[in-house]
Structures are given as C-alpha cells and as structure tokens.
C-alpha cells in the first residue's frame, strides 16, 4: 500500500511544535512526520517550531497495490 497526496491543508505552528506532533495532531500517526517534512523543504531544519510558521499538511489517500506485482515492487 502506498500513499497519493491530493491536497494541501495551511496550517500555522504553534510555539513548541514538532513535526512529530503536528502528525500526531493531522494523521494520528507520528511516523507520518516525514510525509510533512517532504512537503516542506523550507523548514525541515525545524526541531521545535518556534510558533507563526506556516506548514503544508498534504492530504493523502491510501492507494492499494494489486496483489499480482511480485514483493519487491509492493
């Protein structure tokens, strides 16, 4: 399974976020982190967000994989 991003939602940080929470907040999943931190190359210097910061949340869809693509490509 994979994922397709099919928007973008603004989303201005607040003193003491991390990408990790902004995740956490948006997907219920910290380890989605990255998929956030692709989508803002600017900022991916960021440890701890400072607060007025404007981050691009993508908006993604699951995207299945056909079973008959051999392991590898899954």
Known sequence: MSQQTVGFIEYTAQ????FD?????????????????TANPDLC???????????RIPIVETVTTP???????R
């Open 67 to 73: 079973d008959t693509l051999p392991p590898w490509r």
């Open 45 to 55: 210097d960021v440890l701890i967000f400072e607060g007025g910061e404007l981050v």
């Open 21 to 37: 929470s902004i995740a956490l907040a948006a997907y219920n999943e910290e380890r989605m982190a990255s998929t956030i931190i």
């Open 15 to 18: 003193g003491g976020d991390t």
